[in-house]
């Protein structure tokens, strides 16, 4: 089998190996620092072009887990997929779906509540947000919401500034 076998790096071996490049087999490649750590990459070609994505660190990634994920990661690219850009994806949507403004908005009234006559229960600070805000903007991230006030607020300055010269 030759450039196929896998499996040729154990722990031991990865923790004595030298600082250098050394395959374990079907695209998987440990880099070795002389300061004794390292990181793994996973070698392959999509499309005509040949890619390195890395796997993690040593200390982190064992062979056993490093094998594993090269496995998920050929068996993307065997779909045609490019794996960076599939784990960029991921990683994309991971963010995009963390600190919705009804989150926000619910922490935020849960921290002032106690400043808030009658604890908030007469409404008058979150049920203008819970009526007209949240229905419509409620399931977005904080985030998008802020850079496209910022685009809001930077466009009239803009226009301003360029009508003025």
């Keep these: 089998m030759g450039g196929y076998d896998i499996g040729k790096l154990t722990t031991i071996s990865v923790k004595s190996a030298l600082p250098g490049k050394h395959e374990d087999g079907l695209g998987l490649r440990l880099f070795k620092r002389a300061d004794g750590g390292g990181t793994w990459d996973f070698r392959y070609s999509l499309h005509g072009r040949r890619r390195e994505m890395g796997l993690g660190g040593i200390s982190s990634v064992s062979p056993k887990l490093a094998r594993e994920l090269a496995a998920e990661h050929r068996a993307t690219v065997a779909l045609g997929i490019d794996p960076i850009k599939n784990r960029e994806r991921e990683r994309r949507a991971a963010l995009s ?45 904080g985030r998008d919401i802020l850079s496209r006030m910022a685009q809001i607020d930077i466009v009239p300055s803009v226009r301003f500034s360029c009508s003025s010269e």
């Excluded at 600190?99 to 600070?125: C, M, Q, T």
């Excluded at 947000?129 to 399931?139: N, T």
């Design 97 to 141: 779906s963390r600190n919705l403004l009804r989150e926000i908005a619910e922490d935020a009234f849960e921290s002032r509540k106690a400043d808030l006559k009658h604890d908030g229960k007469a409404g008058r600070w979150f049920s203008p947000l819970a009526l007209h805000i949240l229905p419509r903007l409620g399931e977005r991230a």
